[in-house]
């Protein structure tokens, strides 16, 4: 039925949420995983500025310099850094599917997600996207849009979505940023 199954992370619970539904059919049908993670791509960044030590002055000390010294990271340094943390990342979840005998690949792609996500099921010539929905709606589906929505409508292969066990309801959402208690009343009555 499947030989391949895109299997989309986004690096939280709710995503995370997928992966029994995932094993569970690529158990049953045999066929192998690409667990996909995709992640903003990386701009060459300035960092924090390194401590200069002055012989004998204190750490606290104020030292007039003419400009700070800063460490540099390249795009490509970047890329490398984030592909180390999103590598593990990848990695444990799946190891999660390799220890039910499931054969999984694991892909990190930088990029817009849709964009990325249909990449690599064309490249990869999968069968069947599998991904978890977030439940957002009224504005922040609105602003924040959604990934899974977007990539059924132009998906080169069926997309199976399933709703996070715990994803956030709008009722929820709406509860109050602050509350305020009550007062009581010092208004004594005049007798």
Sequence with gaps: ?????????????????????????????????ILLKVAEAPHAMAGRPRPSVVAGV???????????????ESKQ????????????????????LRDRGIKVETRLAFGEPVEQILAVAKDEDVDLIMMATHGRTGLSYLFLGSVAERTVRSAPCAVLTVPAPHAPSEAKRREPVHRTAKRPSRLRRAS
Aim: net charge negative; charged share 25%.
């Design 77 to 96: 340094q970047a890329i490398d850094r984030i592909g180390d943390e999103l590598g593990g990342y990848l990695g444990e979840n799946a190891q999660t």
């Design 58 to 72: 204190p750490e606290h000390a104020v030292v007039i310099q003419r400009r700070p010294a800063r460490t540099y």
């Design 1 to 33: 039925m499947y030989r391949r199954i895109l299997a989309t992370l986004d690096g939280s619970e709710l995503a995370e949420a997928i992966l029994p539904e995932v094993g569970r059919l690529a158990g049953a049908t045999g066929a192998a995983v």
